[in-house]
């Protein structure tokens, strides 16, 4: 039950990562898009729409 949950959690964190991919094409600094990345972390509801 709580490898379930796990594995949820890391695919909706994974897919947050792939849509930030998608939307980042063309960012010049490798660095900004690490930070993006970060906060999704601290952000309750990031990438939601």
């Known amino acids: 039950m709580i490898l379930q949950k ?4 890391l695919e909706g964190l994974n897919n947050k990562i792939k849509t930030l991919k998608r939307t980042a094409y063309g ?4 660095e900004y898009f690490k930070l ?3 906060a999704i972390h601290q952000a309750k509801h990031a990438l939601v729409g």
């Open 6 to 9: 796990f594995a949820k959690t």
């Open 36 to 38: 993006k990345i970060l």
């Open 27 to 30: 960012y010049r600094n490798q």
